[in-house]
């Protein structure tokens, strides 16, 4: 039985962040568009938010809940940053905002 277009984007896309790869690079190698990529990437991030299946982007940790060091993230392809725990919170917001601008 043939998969439905819904179910074929949701593999496509669940494969693109396993991957580790750039959108570009890895709509390149499937011969799909990036702009129908990132259609169906909004279309089905919408439905899971409207049937409240969201998924975070990253796993957030503190290690010591008494008086942390650190701060830990970590994203499902395996990066992981760490960052002392007195980092000015404008410094941080402004790498989450790259970094987060880099996978849509």
Known sequence: MALSKMEYWKGLISEWKSSGETREIFCKRKGVTVATFSYW????RKL???????????????PNLGKPDKIILEWPQ???LQ??????PAH?????RSIKESFE
Do not use: A, C, Y
């Open 41 to 44: 990437r909004t279309k089905l």
């Open 48 to 62: 899971d938010s409207e049937n409240g299946n969201t998924n975070p982007l990253v796993r957030f940790s503190i």
């Open 78 to 80: 395996g990066i992981r």
């Open 83 to 88: 960052f002392p725990q007195d980092i000015r």
């Open 92 to 96: 941080l917001s402004n790498i989450l």
